[in-house]
């Protein structure tokens, strides 16, 4: 895994990489991470867990994806998010995902 030994990672942009699917445990290890951009791929779902020990994530970009609907509380953990893009995805249903976002501005 290429990011399994990049703990100490901060920011991570994969912008526009023709991404279509994300492993549940991709970000496992990236505990100090606080921006991650996905924006302008071909996500169409994001997994329960994917972002549970990313608690120092701060931003968020899923922008111009095909997400169609968010899981109940797929965002729990992330209690410092404060700027959440969606824009520009096909969501149908947010399902209470975002739940416990208390800093969440955007």
């Keep these: ?12 942009n994969f912008e526009n990489n023709m991404i279509s ?43 111009k994806n095909y ?3 968010l899981d109940s509380n797929i965002f729990n953990g992330l209690v410092n998010l404060n700027n959440l893009d969606l824009s520009l995805n096909d969501l149908i249903s947010l399902n209470n995902s975002l739940n416990g976002l208390l800093y969440l501005n955007t």
């Design 1 to 12: 895994d290429l990011l399994k030994n990049n703990q100490n990672l901060v920011k991570l």
């Design 21 to 63: 699917k994300i492993y549940e445990k991709s970000f496992d290890n990236l505990k100090n991470l606080e921006y991650l951009n996905l924006k302008n791929n071909r996500i169409s779902k994001i997994g329960f867990n994917l972002f549970r020990n990313a608690q120092k994530l701060n931003s968020l970009i899923l922008a």
């Design 67 to 69: 997400l169609k609907r």
